[in-house]
T-cell receptor, first 113, second 109 residues
Framework: EAGVVQSPRYKIIEKKQPVAFWCNPISGHNTLYWYLQNLGQGPELLIRYENEEAVDDSQLPKDRFSAERLKGVDSTLKIQPAELGDSAVYLC???????????FGPGTRLTVL | GQNIDQPTEMTATEGAIVQINCTYQTSGFNGLFWYQQHAGEAPTFLSYNVLDGLEEKGRFSSFLSRSKGYSYLLLKELQMKDSASYLCALGGATNKLIFGTGTLLAVQP
Protein backbone atom coordinates (compact mmCIF):
# COMPACT_ATOMS: atom_id res chain seq x y z
CA GLU A 1 0.00 0.00 0.00
CA ALA A 2 1.36 3.41 -0.94
CA GLY A 3 2.13 5.83 1.85
CA VAL A 4 1.54 9.57 1.93
CA VAL A 5 2.93 11.12 -1.25
CA GLN A 6 4.25 14.67 -1.42
CA SER A 7 5.70 16.72 -4.20
CA PRO A 8 8.00 18.33 -4.88
CA ARG A 9 10.60 16.92 -2.51
CA TYR A 10 12.73 20.03 -2.77
CA LYS A 11 11.97 23.59 -3.82
CA ILE A 12 14.22 26.62 -4.01
CA ILE A 13 12.65 30.01 -4.67
CA GLU A 14 13.46 33.67 -4.23
CA LYS A 15 11.66 35.66 -1.57
CA LYS A 16 8.36 37.24 -2.58
CA GLN A 17 7.69 34.41 -5.06
CA PRO A 18 4.71 32.08 -4.67
CA VAL A 19 5.11 28.36 -4.00
CA ALA A 20 2.75 25.40 -3.73
CA PHE A 21 3.08 21.96 -2.22
CA TRP A 22 0.95 18.93 -3.04
CA CYS A 23 -0.07 15.99 -0.87
CA ASN A 24 -1.85 12.73 -1.64
CA PRO A 25 -2.85 10.95 1.60
CA ILE A 26 -3.18 7.24 2.19
CA SER A 27 -6.30 5.89 0.50
CA GLY A 28 -9.29 5.94 2.84
CA HIS A 29 -7.79 8.39 5.31
CA ASN A 30 -10.34 11.10 6.01
CA THR A 31 -8.06 13.30 8.07
CA LEU A 32 -5.20 15.24 6.54
CA TYR A 33 -2.64 17.44 8.27
CA TRP A 34 -0.05 19.95 7.15
CA TYR A 35 2.90 20.51 9.47
CA LEU A 36 5.89 22.83 9.37
CA GLN A 37 9.21 21.53 10.71
CA ASN A 38 12.17 23.80 11.30
CA LEU A 39 15.67 22.37 11.61
CA GLY A 40 16.21 20.75 14.98
CA GLN A 41 12.57 21.16 15.98
CA GLY A 42 9.51 18.96 16.09
CA PRO A 43 6.70 19.35 13.54
CA GLU A 44 4.14 22.10 14.24
CA LEU A 45 0.58 21.77 12.99
CA LEU A 46 -0.52 24.33 10.40
CA ILE A 47 -3.93 22.98 9.41
CA ARG A 48 -6.07 19.85 9.80
CA TYR A 49 -8.79 18.68 7.44
CA GLU A 50 -11.66 16.29 8.04
CA ASN A 51 -12.60 15.33 4.46
CA GLU A 52 -12.79 18.69 2.67
CA GLU A 53 -13.43 20.79 5.79
CA ALA A 54 -10.60 22.64 7.54
CA VAL A 55 -11.43 21.92 11.20
CA ASP A 56 -8.32 23.45 12.76
CA ASP A 57 -6.43 26.24 10.99
CA SER A 58 -5.65 28.31 14.07
CA GLN A 59 -1.87 28.06 13.48
CA LEU A 60 -1.97 28.88 9.76
CA PRO A 61 -0.60 32.39 8.99
CA LYS A 62 -3.53 33.37 6.85
CA ASP A 63 -1.99 36.54 5.48
CA ARG A 64 0.32 34.52 3.24
CA PHE A 65 -0.59 30.85 3.64
CA SER A 66 -3.59 29.09 2.16
CA ALA A 67 -4.64 25.48 1.78
CA GLU A 68 -7.36 23.53 0.08
CA ARG A 69 -8.66 19.99 -0.12
CA LEU A 70 -11.44 20.40 -2.64
CA LYS A 71 -12.56 16.79 -3.11
CA GLY A 72 -11.55 15.54 0.30
CA VAL A 73 -8.55 13.61 -1.00
CA ASP A 74 -5.49 15.52 -2.31
CA SER A 75 -4.47 18.78 -0.71
CA THR A 76 -2.42 21.79 -1.72
CA LEU A 77 -0.62 24.21 0.59
CA LYS A 78 0.35 27.57 -0.87
CA ILE A 79 2.56 30.42 0.29
CA GLN A 80 2.29 33.80 -1.40
CA PRO A 81 4.54 35.68 -1.11
CA ALA A 82 7.27 33.55 0.45
CA GLU A 83 9.60 35.08 3.05
CA LEU A 84 13.10 34.04 4.13
CA GLY A 85 11.71 32.68 7.39
CA ASP A 86 9.47 30.23 5.54
CA SER A 87 12.49 28.03 4.77
CA ALA A 88 11.60 24.72 6.43
CA VAL A 89 10.30 21.24 5.72
CA TYR A 90 6.57 21.05 5.07
CA LEU A 91 5.15 17.68 6.11
CA CYS A 92 1.81 16.21 5.19
CA UNK A 93 0.24 13.46 7.29
CA UNK A 94 -2.99 11.51 7.20
CA UNK A 95 -5.00 9.30 9.52
CA UNK A 96 -8.27 7.48 9.78
CA UNK A 97 -11.00 9.65 11.30
CA UNK A 98 -11.03 8.10 14.76
CA UNK A 99 -7.40 7.01 14.92
CA UNK A 100 -4.66 8.74 16.86
CA UNK A 101 -1.91 7.33 14.64
CA UNK A 102 -0.76 9.69 11.92
CA UNK A 103 1.24 8.61 8.88
CA PHE A 104 3.68 11.17 7.52
CA GLY A 105 4.87 11.86 4.01
CA PRO A 106 8.56 12.52 3.21
CA GLY A 107 8.03 16.29 3.24
CA THR A 108 8.94 19.15 0.93
CA ARG A 109 12.12 20.99 1.85
CA LEU A 110 11.64 24.66 0.97
CA THR A 111 14.55 27.06 0.70
CA VAL A 112 13.75 30.74 0.26
CA LEU A 113 16.68 32.85 -0.95
CA GLY B 1 -0.85 25.34 26.95
CA GLN B 2 1.50 22.42 26.64
CA ASN B 3 5.21 22.28 27.30
CA ILE B 4 7.29 19.25 26.28
CA ASP B 5 10.96 18.78 27.17
CA GLN B 6 13.44 16.28 25.75
CA PRO B 7 17.24 16.20 25.81
CA THR B 8 18.65 17.70 22.63
CA GLU B 9 21.26 15.04 21.93
CA MET B 10 22.37 11.66 23.24
CA THR B 11 25.15 9.28 22.34
CA ALA B 12 25.17 5.54 22.93
CA THR B 13 27.17 2.48 21.89
CA GLU B 14 26.07 -0.25 19.51
CA GLY B 15 24.57 -3.18 21.42
CA ALA B 16 23.82 -1.10 24.50
CA ILE B 17 20.55 0.16 26.00
CA VAL B 18 19.50 3.81 25.93
CA GLN B 19 16.63 5.62 27.61
CA ILE B 20 15.28 8.84 26.13
CA ASN B 21 13.20 10.89 28.55
CA CYS B 22 10.30 13.21 27.87
CA THR B 23 8.69 15.44 30.49
CA TYR B 24 5.63 17.52 29.87
CA GLN B 25 3.23 20.00 31.40
CA THR B 26 -0.29 19.97 30.02
CA SER B 27 -3.89 20.41 31.05
CA GLY B 28 -4.89 17.14 29.44
CA PHE B 29 -4.17 14.73 26.63
CA ASN B 30 -5.40 11.44 25.22
CA GLY B 31 -2.09 9.65 24.87
CA LEU B 32 1.63 10.04 24.36
CA PHE B 33 3.37 9.11 21.12
CA TRP B 34 6.95 8.39 20.18
CA TYR B 35 8.07 8.86 16.58
CA GLN B 36 11.42 8.10 14.95
CA GLN B 37 12.75 10.42 12.27
CA HIS B 38 15.88 9.73 10.24
CA ALA B 39 17.58 12.76 8.70
CA GLY B 40 15.68 14.00 5.67
CA GLU B 41 12.88 11.48 6.11
CA ALA B 42 9.34 11.40 7.45
CA PRO B 43 8.60 10.72 11.12
CA THR B 44 7.49 7.12 11.60
CA PHE B 45 5.30 5.84 14.43
CA LEU B 46 7.03 3.85 17.18
CA SER B 47 4.67 3.63 20.14
CA TYR B 48 1.59 5.01 21.85
CA ASN B 49 0.80 5.05 25.59
CA VAL B 50 -2.67 5.84 26.86
CA LEU B 51 -2.49 4.26 30.31
CA ASP B 52 0.34 4.42 32.81
CA GLY B 53 2.89 1.68 32.46
CA LEU B 54 5.19 0.03 30.02
CA GLU B 55 4.38 -0.86 26.40
CA GLU B 56 6.86 -3.24 24.79
CA LYS B 57 7.40 -3.71 21.06
CA GLY B 58 10.43 -5.77 20.24
CA ARG B 59 13.60 -3.77 20.92
CA PHE B 60 11.55 -0.66 21.72
CA SER B 61 9.58 0.02 24.92
CA SER B 62 7.78 3.14 26.06
CA PHE B 63 6.67 4.10 29.55
CA LEU B 64 4.17 6.67 30.76
CA SER B 65 3.43 8.14 34.19
CA ARG B 66 0.63 10.70 34.00
CA SER B 67 0.95 11.65 37.65
CA LYS B 68 4.62 12.51 37.17
CA GLY B 69 4.24 14.10 33.72
CA TYR B 70 6.92 11.76 32.43
CA SER B 71 7.55 9.30 29.65
CA TYR B 72 10.57 7.48 28.32
CA LEU B 73 11.50 5.49 25.27
CA LEU B 74 13.82 2.56 25.86
CA LEU B 75 15.87 1.16 23.00
CA LYS B 76 17.63 -2.18 23.56
CA GLU B 77 20.38 -3.92 21.58
CA LEU B 78 21.17 -0.68 19.80
CA GLN B 79 22.01 -0.85 16.12
CA MET B 80 23.72 1.74 13.94
CA LYS B 81 20.46 2.24 12.05
CA ASP B 82 18.85 3.48 15.28
CA SER B 83 20.77 6.75 14.86
CA ALA B 84 17.91 9.19 14.35
CA SER B 85 15.84 11.85 16.03
CA TYR B 86 13.21 10.60 18.49
CA LEU B 87 10.15 12.78 18.91
CA CYS B 88 7.82 12.74 21.88
CA ALA B 89 4.29 14.02 21.12
CA LEU B 90 1.08 14.54 23.07
CA GLY B 91 -2.15 13.55 21.36
CA GLY B 92 -5.24 15.65 22.05
CA ALA B 93 -8.96 15.02 21.81
CA THR B 94 -9.10 16.24 18.21
CA ASN B 95 -6.26 14.05 16.90
CA LYS B 96 -3.95 17.03 17.22
CA LEU B 97 -0.33 16.16 17.96
CA ILE B 98 1.95 18.51 19.89
CA PHE B 99 5.56 17.53 19.35
CA GLY B 100 8.63 18.08 21.48
CA THR B 101 11.81 19.30 19.84
CA GLY B 102 13.17 15.78 19.50
CA THR B 103 16.27 14.00 20.79
CA LEU B 104 19.03 13.33 18.29
CA LEU B 105 20.53 9.92 19.08
CA ALA B 106 23.94 8.99 17.74
CA VAL B 107 24.87 5.30 17.95
CA GLN B 108 28.60 4.69 17.86
CA PRO B 109 30.42 1.44 17.04
Amino acid sequence: EAGVVQSPRYKIIEKKQPVAFWCNPISGHNTLYWYLQNLGQGPELLIRYENEEAVDDSQLPKDRFSAERLKGVDSTLKIQPAELGDSAVYLCASSLRDSDEQFFGPGTRLTVL
Amino acid sequence: GQNIDQPTEMTATEGAIVQINCTYQTSGFNGLFWYQQHAGEAPTFLSYNVLDGLEEKGRFSSFLSRSKGYSYLLLKELQMKDSASYLCALGGATNKLIFGTGTLLAVQP
